[in-house]
């Protein structure tokens, strides 16, 4: 026992975290990517969606969800929601994690997202559709900033979305009316836009109705692929952290819902069905 940090602690699942079902969008982007670890899902189902919540409702709940994680055995987990990345992630990293323990990592989407912004654009102008809560925050903004992108980023509320997706309406003629609004809306801010992000974890399950109301040359860009590429690369720089994941290359649910209900909607966002755990937080 010369040297505590030479023991390595019981490798564990990757934790993702969203508020509900849209990060197994993302998750599906993970194990394609990186089909080889386990990973544990957690949907605060119960409380969700965050989207129209305060900063400090949204930061305690993910936070409670976090230790949740850490207390199954995930030493890294990943913010799949961008409610929760935009209003919690920050305060997570800097204030709760080198109290409960300074060698596990909390990582969002938002980064991630806006560092690949720059090779998907040619005009410059970047579109960020979501939630209110992540709109608000001007998080997207912020990263461009931060990483001096020099680009023009607009965000849009798209607040019935979420709720159209949740209620097994988002191929219906209703959520025509909502998507081609929000669009129409984004698009006239600024007529310059050639990019728009998916900024929220549902929207990929609106994709047919986006892409048919985007103008022309305008792409949507999903951000699960993004995701599970920087996951990648984040692994490759920290091979300390690599060592602590388990390799069964399982997938675990939990849910703080009732379960059925999770398996019931988790087929529509996976496109099978999966068994969920519940869980109190
Ligand atoms: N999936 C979450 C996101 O990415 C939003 C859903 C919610 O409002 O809870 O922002």
Request: hydrophobic letters at 35%; charged letters at 25%.
């Amino acid at each position: 026992m010369d040297n505590m940090h030479d023991i390595l602690p019981t490798p564990g699942p990757i934790g993702v975290f969203d508020s509900g079902y849209g990060g197994l969008t993302i998750l599906q982007e993970l194990r394609d990517r990186l089909p080889g670890y386990d990973y544990l899902y957690l949907g605060d189902n119960a409380r969700a969606p965050y989207g129209n919540r305060s900063f400090e409702l949204v930061y305690r709940f993910t936070l409670e969800s976090v230790k949740a994680l850490f207390d199954r055995g995930c030493h890294l987990v990943i913010l799949a929601c961008n409610t929760a990345s935009a209003k919690a992630l920050r305060t997570i990293q800097q204030n709760d994690l080198p109290e409960i323990d300074p060698t596990r990592r909390v990582l969002g989407i938002i980064r991630p997202t806006v560092e690949s912004l720059a090779s998907l654009t040619r005009s410059g102008h970047v579109g960020i559709l979501g939630t209110k809560g992540t709109i608000a925050s001007r998080s997207y903004e912020m990263e461009a900033a931060k990483l001096q992108s020099g680009l023009t980023v607009v965000g849009h509320p798209c607040p019935m979305w979420v709720p159209l997706v949740e209620n097994g309406e988002g191929a219906s003629d209703g959520a025509d009316y909502f998507v081609k609004k929000d669009i129409d809306q984004l698009m006239a801010a600024d007529r310059e836009i050639d990019t728009v992000i998916l900024g929220c974890t549902h929207y990929p399950l609106l994709i047919n109705k986006i892409s048919r109301y985007l103008p022309e040359g305008v792409e949507p860009v999903r951000q699960g692929a993004i995701v599970a590429e920087s996951l990648a690369d984040y692994l490759r720089r920290h091979p300390e952290m690599e060592r602590r994941l388990s390799r069964g290359g399982t997938a675990t649910y939990l849910t703080t819902e009732q379960s059925e209900k999770f398996t019931d909607m988790a087929s529509l966002f996976l496109g099978e069905p999966v068994t969920a755990s519940h869980i109190d937080l």
